[in-house]
């Protein structure tokens, strides 16, 4: 059963838009600068309506959760109340705590689309000098997902499901500017800053899996949905 229809939804439904036994909640809210009680309530309820099937919740969170400068934002706030809600009522569940989720969306609020999208554009925009970010591969959050559940690795449990190394912004900006072959027009501000973000439940999969995470996975993550 899936939830939802964004990127995350439609990347599970192949394999569980018709299990019995397990629910995708994938119908968050997507905008981690969000800040309307509507768009939270919204969740909310479909994530109340999803628990009432008592089936193995999947649930999907954000590792924004321990950053510091977010600590306190509507959007992670409101994310730790909906893992407490699955805690509370689910008693089978995987919490799948995510960074930045890169793949073919339209979604302009994801990180890589918003950049790309400036940088095509021409359009000027700030850049914090010291801020990092996690990115990772749609398709290897399925197949980690995937492994974990199908071999029962998160059971109760709450797992980042992210890399093990973050970029800098500028760094990025870099990538995409090789990539797309043009110069992103920004302003550096000196601000912003990194968390660590513990994967090692997910590296000892990743490694089964065969996936490479390595110092050029953001650049061949760029690569595979940007280089046309």
């Known amino acids: 059963m899936i ?6 939804a439609k990347a599970f439904a192949q394999n569980y838009a018709n299990d019995e036994d397990v629910v995708i909640f994938a119908s968050g809210v997507s905008n981690s600068k969000e800040i309307r009680e509507e768009a939270f309530l919204r969740e909310k309820q479909l994530l109340t309506n999803a628990l009432e099937a008592n089936k193995f919740m999947v ?3 954000t590792c924004s959760v321990d950053d510091p400068e977010l600590f306190n934002s509507p959007y992670v706030v409101h994310k730790k109340k909906m ?7 689910a008693q089978q569940h995987a919490i799948f705590r995510l960074p930045q989720v890169v793949g073919h969306t339209r979604n302009l609020n994801t990180l890589t689309n918003y950049l790309y999208h400036k940088i095509v554009s021409g359009s000027n925009f700030q850049v914090w000098r010291y801020a990092k970010r996690n990115l990772i591969d749609i398709d290897d959050i399925v197949s980690i997902s ?3 559940i199908k071999h029962s690795l998160a ?9 093990p190394f973050s970029i ?3 760094d990025l900006l870099g990538i995409f500017e090789t990539v797309l072959g043009t110069k992103a027009n920004y302003t550096i501000v000196e601000a912003g800053g990194t968390y660590e973000i513990d994967v090692e439940r997910v590296i000892t999969v990743a490694n089964h899996l065969g996936i490479d995470f390595d110092e050029t996975y953001a650049k061949r993550i760029i690569r ?3 280089g046309g």
């Not at 893992?83 to 009522?89: F, G, M, Q, S, T």
């Not at 059971?155 to 890399?163: E, Q, R």
């Open 224 to 226: 595979k949905y940007y």
């Open 59 to 61: 649930y999907f969170s």
């Open 168 to 170: 800098s912004i500028p």
């Open 146 to 148: 995937n492994y974990l």
């Open 155 to 163: 059971a109760k449990m709450t797992v980042n499901i992210a890399s």
């Open 83 to 89: 893992e407490a809600l699955v805690l509370d009522r």
């Open 3 to 8: 939830v939802g229809n964004g990127l995350v």
